[in-house]
């Protein structure tokens, strides 16, 4: 191509026209350090979450887990993924021996139904509610039931996972360290509370648009409070058993569900 009179003006002897194409290099400096930025960021978000205590607390195999099926629930959505490394999570809960009605174990489950009322599968999150619900329920019953015939057993700590084939035992916290076991009576406190939690999202639930049973919503609703009042009252009564602890307070009712997701 040839040089025009302008473009002479414009690029002196030795400059040519793709020089304009080329960044300064202070530019190209601060370009390379918002790459690495955001890079960094991006690693210390994922480590921050994924191996953040809500999944250090569980062995690192349900852990691994449960980082697959939030990751498949949040960042690159598959929900058969998703629900497969749940199901592994909780079939890995079993195998651990963990309890049941600890807050990791339910956390899991009430975890599943946000992640299905996200997705719009309102019947499915209806399904894992009642089931805990149920649960729970016979639980405080035949809890309530050994306490009245006096044949609760003593509780004791879960022992620790055992260590993998060539790993080091875990070292015992000191005495002073240790966290105090949960009394029956704790542990009642707890799932009682639980069970509220969950019955107040089921009648949310049912009342939704994409259900609406306005009858088992009020039911649901109308349980929570009734229990609400009905283990108030008992406590004024009875008086406070052994390890029993607080009652809710009227402003942790609706938020003990919120509390209890991953």
């Given amino acids: 191509a040839h040089c025009t009179a302008e473009d002479a003006q414009r690029h002196p002897e030795g400059v040519t026209l793709l020089d ?15 790459v690495l930025a955001v890079a960094g960021y991006c690693i210390y978000i994922y480590f921050n979450y994924f191996y953040s205590p809500q999944f250090t607390r569980y062995p690192e195999p349900i852990a691994q887990a449960l980082r697959k ?14 629900l497969k490394y749940y199901k592994q999570a909780l079939e890995l ?14 956390g899991i489950k009430i975890q599943v139904a946000a992640w299905l009322e996200k997705i719009q599968s309102f019947r499915n999150a209806i399904d894992v509610l009642e089931t805990l619900l149920s649960d729970c329920k016979r639980w405080v019953d035949a809890m309530e039931k050994a306490a009245r015939e006096g044949t609760l057993p003593p ?19 000191p005495p002073e360290q240790q966290l105090p076991v949960e009394t029956w009576w704790g542990k009642r406190t707890r799932i009682l509370g639980k069970a509220i939690g ?14 609406l049973e306005r009858e088992l919503a009020h039911e649901r609703l109308v349980w929570a409070v009734e229990t609400i009042f009905r283990e108030t009252q008992r406590r004024a009564k009875e008086g406070l058993k052994e390890g029993e602890g607080e009652w809710l307070k009227p402003e942790e009712i609706g938020g003990s569900m919120e509390g209890s997701k991953l």
């Fill in 198 to 211: 969950i019955s107040v999202k089921l009648a949310e639930l049912y009342s939704d648009e994409h259900v």
């Fill in 69 to 82: 099926a939030l990751y498949y629930s949040n960042h690159e959505i598959d929900p058969q993924r998703a």
């Fill in 20 to 34: 304009d194409l080329v960044l300064p290099i202070p530019l190209v400096l601060v370009l390379g350090l918002v």
């Fill in 93 to 106: 809960c079993d195998e651990f021996k963990l309890d049941h009605f600890s807050d990791d174990v339910m």
């Fill in 155 to 173: 509780l004791t700590p879960s022992p620790p996972p055992e260590p993998k084939e060539g790993e080091p035992a875990p070292d015992t916290p």
